[in-house]
């Protein structure tokens, strides 16, 4: 009897921290926008609340501070963003295929959410002042880091040529590449998105490619 009471406080325990869970998922993501939009230094959880259904309050109940939300926010979008090339690389049957369609998606982010990839840029600058959520930027990074190598990787293998470069080398090339896209993008220059997509793909070959083939 003792042990059937206490798998009951055991599920009833798991659903409370199962349901603070989700809440604090549902509040990060609707602050993600308000983030993207304002900015670190100038979101506050007053701020968030204003823009969002939620009060002032209840943001306070489920994070200690804007840091905490901020860092949960990013972390949500990125566990999708960093699978936006998964699809492309299991499908891909050729070279020129991968390099057109990872081109045509990276631009295509680039397009429609610049806001939020500010906003990455804009955290992972922060970090380097706020311990806070350091950790948390790092494996962030780590986690892009892989979706480069993935990218990468796979058309060295279907091109029949080495990879001329390592998997930090990779991602710090396209990493650098997009954020002078995205910076061209919030600038209003019309060339920025279709720019990205053709020099994703040149790239592609550069890391490679020694120039001796």
């Known amino acids: ?5 206490e798998t009951r406080r055991d599920r009833i325990a798991r659903r409370q921290v199962d349901k603070f869970a989700e809440r ?5 993501d609707a602050a993600l926008h308000t983030l993207a939009e304002l900015g670190y230094a100038r979101t506050s959880l007053r701020e968030i609340a204003q823009k969002s259904e939620f009060t002032h309050g209840v943001l306070h109940y489920y994070f200690n501070d804007k840091v905490e939300l901020i860092a949960q926010a990013v972390r949500q979008y990125e566990a999708v963003c960093v699978t936006r090339y998964d699809d492309i690389v299991a499908t891909a049957t050729t070279a020129d295929e991968l390099r057109q369609d990872f081109g045509a998606a990276m631009a295509a982010t680039l397009d429609t959410d ?6 990455w840029y804009d955290l992972r600058n922060q970090s380097l002042f706020e311990e806070s959520f350091r950790n ?8 892009r880091e892989r979706m480069i190598h993935n990218v990468v990787q796979r058309y ?6 080495p990879l001329l470069v390592s ?5 710090a090339l396209y990493d650098g590449l997009f954020q002078q896209a995205l910076q061209h993008k919030l600038a209003g220059r ?5 720019n990205l997509r053709a020099d994703a793909g040149v790239l592609l070959d550069l890391v490679t490619c020694d ?3």
Not at 24 to 28: D, N, P, V
């Open 114 to 119: 610049a806001p939020l990839h500010r906003l």
């Open 156 to 161: 060295a293998d279907l091109s029949g040529r």
């Open 24 to 28: 604090r998922a549902q509040l990060a």
């Open 136 to 143: 948390d930027v790092i494996e962030i990074d780590g986690r």
């Open 1 to 5: 009897m003792t042990d059937v009471v």
């Open 190 to 194: 019309d060339d920025a998105v279709g």
């Open 167 to 171: 998997s930090k080398t990779a991602y």
């Open 211 to 213: 120039g001796r083939s």
